[in-house]
């Protein structure tokens, strides 16, 4: 169904959206919902101007967006930094790029095969973070980390601004193009990379802190039957990044740090020496390239 098309349900979802708006503008907060909501309308001015940003984009906060435990308030709060973030961070050229055609952080060929790795808004699937790091095999997504540059606050952190991650995520359609990817990278899993890519996205930004949603709050896995199994791809995976658990969320502490080399069984350590030797080379590469189109 082409619902831009369909006047019924844009009849529908438009009620919805008035409902919505003005049961959170009228209440006894309403000075203040009022006051930030229309903070909001005029940040977006400047996007909706270049025409990057959809018009839903300023109700999103009202709906289901990176995590169950957060408020509305907080909702609000955290896309209002966001964009404020960018448009502040970024020249008008470099939004449109990052907007229009996104930002290749980081690109390798090997035979036949391109890979890439592109930063760029999560468009329809905004839900899960404003922005998504992809990876990419010969146009194709094999990976996904999607993001919000949020207020420390928000998160009860003393950081101005952190990095919340809500989504990562392998396309398992493609498994076995993530199988020949993860043989060139060393047996590094794309999960990893695309951290890898947040830590030196978070260098440039001057983030000294990275969040990421339990499985118990990320919106897909909540709505999942197999709710557990999201625990291995969340909750495990920020602990060996050691994320500590603040109740809702795992907050883990950047740069990156990855444990000795010394600690790693004998027989396997040449092989972690690989995988580190390959992601260091994706850092060093993804930092290059995006200190050059910032300076540019």
Known sequence: MDYRSNKSFLSKYNKLINRLLWRFLLNKNAVKNITNHTKLINLFKSFK???LIF???KFIYLFSYLSNSLTTDEKLSTLFHHYNFL???FTSSQLSKLF??????YTENIGTDNYNIILKPSGMLEFEGSLSLYFQMNGVRLGTLSFSIAPGNVFKCTDE????????QQHKPQNDSISVATKHFKEVQIANILLEE???LATVFNIRKLIGVASSDQLTASNNTYVI???SIY??????YNGVFDGHDYVIPLPIVHKPISSIKQTHRNRAVKKREKLLEIRTKTLENLFLILNS
């Not at 990095?163 to 990562?168: D, Q, R, T, V």
């Not at 909750?235 to 060996?240: I, V």
């Open 100 to 105: 229009k055609t996104g930002i290749e952080c």
């Open 55 to 57: 018009n839903r984009t």
């Open 161 to 168: 601004s952190i990095l919340y991650i809500a989504c990562l």
């Open 229 to 231: 199994a999201y625990q």
């Open 87 to 89: 448009n502040n961070f």
């Open 235 to 240: 909750d495990e995976f920020w602990k060996k």
């Open 49 to 51: 101007c270049q025409n």
């Open 198 to 200: 947040i830590d030196a």
